[in-house]
């Protein structure tokens, strides 16, 4: 099937089967590795991107139900050398180790910060509960949340 | 003088390409010409393989091969642990089984095809005819007559029988006298099965050049040296043509430490088809064959006078190893456990016995503490019970038989010396933090209003930073524990580290470049530690155990000296002056008493690169390598309290407050350090509320998605306090410990006997983990049926 998709502003036009997911055709057909996959059952949001401005998580979306529309990942946070504030933030306040679930978190909090501009550090909590981390415990992911909401 | 950059918590040289997504984790690689491999496993946990047809599954579209057990020529998976004096049986371990099936999950067959959709398609078509045979699950019944047997050549299911005893004579009378004249107290603890889970499944992708006849693998591997070790034997490419690199490694926990037969198949059919192939397991995968961690059911007592001076302490271990025996599997239960059995504590009677059991489930392999977070829960759990039957304050009971302040080797029992301790500062720090008895007089008040508020204590003390190379030969396993380092100044200055730990999320691209920064005075930016690729980096044994910062960070220090010393000797010949005669500051070489006349760092390398005028007896060049292995482990210790409130209505255990004094010694960056704990303290959590390993009784894992294993999340914690001492490991040049894993092995008893102390005034006197809301709930219910208040 033909799709139009444009991601982090650039139009792609693909062929690609109806089953294909979302976060394969991100990874393998355009190339863009930063979404990352962490489990199969939706569950992890490591996968997580923005489709029309709302987070989604790419594992549980077929590429076909992203044409015409807009996707942003990782790859489109930052502008040139300048960097998100929540990109900043997690830097700063050592927000990730491995780095695996951090694309996933960016883009998940930064759509949490759209609908909660100034959170409470339950509510930050609350709004990644669909992201999971291994490594940090979380404590250093919501300092960086809590600081990004204050520079945004 | 300049600001000491080491103890300073400077932002990760690692984060900038991890925030933007500009790296490489093993998925990733995208090689021309590339396949993709699926591995075609047993839906059956024990079952004799009676025919096999790939017909279909070979027409399928875009399949380049299928393969199965018979036809795969690799070299069995090895074990590398070989626990001395235990009557270890090793049984065979094929990278593909060929005849019998051993455990779900396990590996019948590999299909490549030209994209992963294609060759999980066509794995859907292999069609495998099974005879199924009876499984056994629990490491206490398989070891029982009768039980199905697992290997033929296993004997009752036991691998091995190993025991460690101060002496077993001692610790019968200290025993038979607490019987007659002391306290005896006995638990059954069962330490269920975890899956590691780290965010990143695992993943190789491998290349054979045919020209070359050179094999390249990209792994998920905390330890590629061993890899390389370990796949050369498996594949007969020697060692010197085998290149393995560890690319961006997001996460292990000790998962990703063994060898698996994944990553050798796709070496294997990378050689046979001469295109690159690339493997990557999905979740539900990583669940069923990734390495488990803990499976332990142990009977373990103490013995103690009536005035709570503990006098021995004994188990008997049943410890799941899984249907074959992982890479370094026996070691787990054994060296890493019995040998901690004094915890923080003076016990002049210890003994272990550990039997090792083979079941119809996966292997069993390190999980972040690997055998400590056992022996702390089980010693803790027998404080706590001597503490409610003597009716003492368990902290009181507990300070009252710490090791004394140490600073230079205690002696334990059991035959190991901790380096350094100060376990009754970090208690008193811990204590003072929450306010102890603040504390103890708001669960009286909570008490009287109905309500269930806990406290849990733990003291702890752990091995880490493996570890003396001889006494790795001495418990078997099969490799040394030193560490090596390269490190490189280029003419302008800039400096490489090559090391052979291989780091994967624990920060030492940025603690080594603060170690070599101080040291030598080049700024952190212009400092690179290279690690994870055996093709740039000298040998080393990799990261697991907290063992890069003891052992690879000695080794980069010793070389950074080295690279000082001979900077000095270049620098005193450029000023004319002697040697001994020069003075060091902040990257600079000056006349003792003429600062302001110096030659730099990179002046000096500059000079002795281009070695137009070297001092008599000098080498070219800026480099030096260094070899490091460690006189003895290293001891980080500390105290963790928990407050819970037991919500009586639903059972949910709600952690109300967390506090961690810890001390690994001198804290290179200690926002880094923080971040270990914090992610230790919620792995550790996860074992005492949520996570459990569940198999029916046919071999079947019902805990096989993340729908049904539970992770911690966000919402599941407060902020956690944290707070430390700071006593120096004696032996180490710069005196830092590990402490990647003291928060989970000090979590999981802390939360744990908290909610126990919540629960007392029902007279509960112990709970099989997780505490998950059913459990609790239902304990409380039969608890209050019974009479309790």
């Known amino acids: 099937m033909n799709i139009t998709v444009t991601v982090n502003g650039k139009r792609y036009e693909r062929d690609v089967e109806p089953r294909m997911l979302l976060v394969h055709f991100l990874r393998e057909e355009l190339g863009l590795t930063g979404t990352n996959i962490g489990c199969d059952t939706s569950q992890c949001g490591a996968c997580t991107v923005h489709l029309d401005g709302r987070s989604v998580k790419s594992c549980t979306c077929f590429a076909v139900q992203a044409d015409g529309r807009e996707v942003t990942t990782i790859e489109g946070m930052a502008q040139g050398d300048q960097l998100h504030p929540m990109q900043t933030a997690f830097w700063e306040k050592h927000g990730l180790q491995c780095g695996f679930c951090t694309p996933g978190m960016i883009m998940a909090s930064t759509a949490f910060l759209k609908t909660n501009p100034h959170p409470t550090e339950e509510e930050i909590r609350h709004g990644i509960e669909g992201n999971m981390c291994r490594c940090t415990g979380y404590q250093n992911i919501v300092a960086a949340i809590k600081s990004a909401s204050e520079h945004m | ?789």
């Open chain 2, 1 to 789: 003088m300049a600001t000491r950059i080491f103890g300073s918590g400077i932002k990760r040289r690692e984060d900038p390409r991890l925030i933007t997504g500009k790296t490489r984790y093993t998925d990733d690689f995208q090689m021309p010409g590339m396949v993709n491999m699926v591995v075609v496993r047993s839906p059956h946990a024990h079952a004799r393989i009676t025919s096999i047809d790939t017909s279909a599954a070979k027409a399928a579209p875009g399949v380049v091969a299928v393969w199965t057990g018979q036809d795969i020529t690799l070299g069995p998976v090895p074990c590398a642990w070989l626990v001395p004096n235990s009557d270890l049986k090793t049984p065979a371990h094929p990278a593909l089984a060929k005849d019998i099936v051993r455990y779900v999950g396990d590996g019948v067959a590999i299909v490549v095809a030209s994209d992963r959709y294609l060759a999980q398609d066509a794995a859907d078509l292999v069609r495998v005819e099974y005879d199924v045979l009876p499984a056994v699950v629990n490491p206490e019944d398989a070891t029982k007559d009768g039980a199905p047997l697992v290997h033929d050549d296993v004997p009752n299911n036991i691998s091995f029988r190993w025991i460690a005893t101060s002496g077993d004579d001692g610790v019968n009378a200290a025993f038979a006298e607490a019987a007659a004249s002391g306290v005896v107290v006995k638990e059954r603890i069962v330490q269920q099965r975890l899956l590691p889970t780290a965010m990143e499944p695992r993943s190789a992708v491998a290349q054979w050049d045919q020209f070359s006849e050179e094999l390249t693998v990209y792994t998920t591997t905390q330890n590629p040296h061993i890899a390389r070790f370990i796949l050369s034997g498996m594949t007969g490419v020697p060692e010197h043509r085998l290149r393995v690199v560890a690319p961006e490694v997001g996460g292990g926990f000790g998962s990703k430490i063994p060898v698996y037969p994944d990553e050798a198949l796709a070496a294997w059919a990378s050689m046979k088809l001469n295109v690159p192939v690339k493997w990557t397991e999905t979740r539900s995968e990583n669940y069923l064959v990734t390495i488990h961690g803990r499976d332990h059911v142990e009977y373990v007592e103490m013995a103690a006078t009536k005035d709570g001076k503990i006098t021995a302490i004994r188990g008997l271990v049943y410890a799941g190893l899984g249907a074959y025996l992982s890479t370094a599997g026996p070691g787990i239960p054994t060296i890493l456990h019995g040998l901690m059995y004094s915890g923080a504590y003076t016990i002049p009677n210890i003994r272990c016995e550990s039997v090792g059991v083979m079941t119809n489930t996966a292997p069993v392999d390190a999980y972040r503490g690997a055998g400590r977070p056992e022996a702390t829960f089980l010693v803790e759990s027998l404080v706590e019970k001597l503490a409610r039957k003597l009716n003492m304050d368990p902290v009181a009971l507990r300070r009252q038989n710490l090791i004394p302040p140490f600073e230079n080797g205690y002696n334990v029992a059991i035959g190991l010396t901790y380096d350094s301790g100060n376990y009754e500062a970090a208690l008193d720090k811990a204590l003072a933090m929450v306010d102890y008895e603040g504390l103890r007089r708001q669960q009286q008040q909570a008490r009287a209003e109905g309500r269930y508020m806990g406290i849990g204590v733990t003291t702890y003390s752990e091995i880490c930073g493996l570890g003396p190379s001889q006494v790795a030969g001495a418990v078997g396993f099969q490799g040394g524990l030193w560490e090596s380092a390269i490190i490189r100044v280029s003419p302008v200055g800039k400096v490489q580290a090559m090391i052979g730990a291989s780091p994967h999320g624990q920060g030492e691209e940025t603690t080594f470049a603060q170690i070599i920064s101080d040291e030598i005075g080049v700024p952190v930016a212009d400092v690179e530690i290279v690690h994870g690729d055996t093709d740039r980096t000298p040998m080393g044994w990799g990261s697991y155990g907290s063992r890069t910062t003891p052992v690879s960070g000695a080794a980069v220090v010793l070389a950074t000296r080295k690279i000082k010393e001979k900077a000095r000797a270049m620098a005193a010949h450029l000023l004319e002056a002697a040697v001994d005669d020069i003075d060091y500051n902040d990257g600079k070489f000056f006349v003792r008493g003429s600062p302001d006349n110096f030659k730099t760092i990179q002046d000096a390398t500059l000079m002795a690169t281009l070695a137009w005028n070297l001092p008599p007896g000098m080498d070219p060049g800026m480099e030096a390598s260094q070899f490091y292995d460690p006189p003895n482990f290293a001891y980080p210790f500390g105290v963790h309290i928990a407050v819970v409130d037991v919500d009586p209505v639903t059972g949910v255990v709600k952690l109300q407050r967390y506090a961690a004094v810890d001390d690994c010694g001198p804290q290179i960056n200690p926002v880094i350090v923080a971040g270990q704990i914090h992610g230790g303290i919620v792995q550790g959590a996860g074992q005492a509320l949520w996570e459990g390993v569940v198999y029916d009784e046919n071999g079947q894992l019902l805990t096989g998605t993340m729908m049904d294993y539970a992770m911690p999340r966000a919402d599941m914690f407060p902020q956690f306090e944290l707070d430390n001492t700071v006593t120096p490991s004696p032996h180490h040049p710069i005196g830092v410990k590990g402490v990647g894993e003291t928060g989970t092995i000090a979590s999981t008893p802390t939360i744990y006997h908290a909610v126990l102390d919540a629960l007392l005034p029902l007279g509960i006197e112990h709970l099989d983990m997780p505490l998950t809301p059913p459990r609790v709930w239902k304990a409380m219910q039969d608890a209050k049926a019974k009479g309790g208040a």
